[in-house]
């Protein structure tokens, strides 16, 4: 998956696809945070205070340990696919970060490697308002995970396939 906004360079589909190929991970995320790539690249400081906010919530939460759940560039295996209900997932941004709990919720590991990015006025970006409904369902999705996690809660959503 690659978000065709132009931040992200294409160049590392094949090496995120040969570990998943190779049987090293069956999940690889393009991070912007690794390597510090955003802010270099561009990233308006807010967005990269709101997405560090963001991930270290959501990792206490999920107990996890990612650099970014913000990314929009991500490879799956076809098990990954089969194996989490992708299609009980919203139809707005929140489905990346819904997936990815659906991901870990499974018990699939996930890997990170370092990806350039550039922000720039022609790319596509969400306006204030929309990046703070985003932000809330984040903090939803990982509430959730944690809740299911403990067996105080159940979503539908994090059901691993049977």
């Not at 870990?104 to 929309?130: L, V, W």
């Not at 369902?137 to 403990?150: A, I, M």
Request: charged fraction near 15%.
């Amino acid at each position: 998956m690659l978000h065709p906004d132009y931040q992200y360079t294409p160049k590392l589909i094949q090496s995120m696809c040969f570990l998943i190929a190779n049987e090293v991970y069956e999940v690889v995320l393009g991070s912007r945070i690794l390597g510090k790539g955003a802010l270099r690249g561009g990233m308006p400081y807010y967005k990269y205070v709101a997405n560090r906010f963001l991930t270290l919530t959501q990792n206490l939460l999920m107990n996890q340990k990612l650099s970014e759940y913000h990314t929009g560039y991500r490879a799956f295996s076809g098990n990954v696919l089969r194996s989490i209900q992708y299609n009980l997932n919203s139809d707005d941004f929140i489905f990346d970060n819904q997936m990815i709990a659906q991901i870990f919720f499974a018990g699939f590991e996930i890997a990170e490697i370092t990806c350039p990015t550039k922000y720039f006025k022609e790319a596509s970006s969400i306006n204030f308002k929309r990046s703070s409904i985003y932000g809330l369902g984040v903090l939803k999705v990982s509430l959730s995970y944690c809740l299911q996690k403990l067996g105080i809660a159940h979503f539908s959503f994090l059901k691993p396939v049977k």
